[in-house]
């Protein structure tokens, strides 16, 4: 089991009872009921009122994180489609600090519409912490409620998925509210400074780049007698593409996410390998369990991307990147070359925190600080874009591994291809889908 930052998964074993209902997954039930609820901050004083949707182990770990953040703020309301990981996230928060739990049975909601329930509740700080491919419609219902929202990466699973964020974006910039997203690097002091240097040019122009997740394996779930197809693969839900996106789009997303921000754009193409080679077994689902992506920026500079989750391998979680007059290897906040540098915590000239090294080692609380402040200041930031495209670079990733193809930006962007069903309901068949094969899976 991996012990990696991507992985705090809180297991719990007790069966609940599953309440059979069914829920549109595309729709704006919850935008076209509230309406527009204006998002009014006073600069100073206003309560934060987290909402919890998904509570699992980063749910959890992001509303703690939310909480320790700055003062002012509570837990009012929390969602999950089973009540078994309600009540083991609200045991490990009344531990953590239970002072600022304040979510009573009637503000614990689940089952497939619970996010709804959040978003109409009084919280003004909607946590998003489900697997991904719920993201677009959790994400398009917060913002249409007026919410202030801290969403976790990835954005989406596929094309219809992030074009339906991009237009999130744009009505949460008309609203004005704050949106942080969960590529932490970007709060974390060390990538910080390094990334100062790099668009102050002291490697000069960026010629080549790399970003690797290659790790051992994570957690699993086999199918439990009693299950149904939608419960297993909700439990489950990192092996099944509409649901994860698969590992390069869950996981590696983060080391993409910095060579793009390093770049000041994503990538415009891309080709693949890949395949599962050691992740064979059902309870697998359909994703893979290696990529090794080459992709190509607009000015011809190539990333070399590579995710593994297999055991006993080389592994590696970095960012490195060539410049005409130097090399730095991101992740350790290292430039060798015409200009060397490395980061220490005696660089904080000119970082406006008041803590750099909590900035450094708690980047997961750093966020929401950080987004807090934006919201109190009356001046909210929108991280959306920038993880959108993110997003799209992982996912343009795995369309063309999975296909053998070459992958434009445009195709990937404007896929039809809708991996999430469009309802879902408790006894619903769901089969899982075919493992793809490059040269024979369409790109669609
Ligand atoms: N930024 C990071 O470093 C980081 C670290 C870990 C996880 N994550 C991200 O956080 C998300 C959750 O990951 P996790 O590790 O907490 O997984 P998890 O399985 O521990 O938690 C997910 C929770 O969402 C619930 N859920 C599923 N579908 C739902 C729905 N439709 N409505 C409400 N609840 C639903 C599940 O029952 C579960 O409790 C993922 O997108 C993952 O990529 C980010």
Known sequence: MQKSEDRKESRTTRRDFLKASTVAVVGGAVASRLGEVPAVYAAGSDEIRVGLIGCGGRGTGAAEDAIKAAPGVKLVAMADVFKDKIDSSLENLKKAVGDKIDVPEDRQFVGLDAFEKVISSNANYIILATPPGFRPIHLKAAVAAGKNIFSEKPLAVDGPGVRSCFETYEEAKKKGLAVGVGTQRHHQAGYVATLKQIHAGAIGDIVAARAYWNQGPIWVFPRKEGWTDLEWQLRNWYYFTWLCGDHIVEQHIHNLDVVNWAMKAHPVQCVGLGGRQVRTAPEYGCIYDHFAVDYEYENGVHMMSMCRQIPNCANSVSEALQGTKGFCQVNRYTITGAKPWKYSTRSREGVPYTSEQDREDQPYVQEHTDLIASIRAGKPENELKECIE??????????????????????????QESLVPASLDWNMSLPVAPVAMPGQTELR
Do not use: C, D
Not at 394 to 415: C, D, F, H, P
């Open 390 to 415: 993110s997003t799209l670079t992982a996912i343009m990733g795995r369309m063309a591994t999975y296909t053998g193809k070459q992958v434009t930006w445009e195709e990937a962007l404007n896929s």
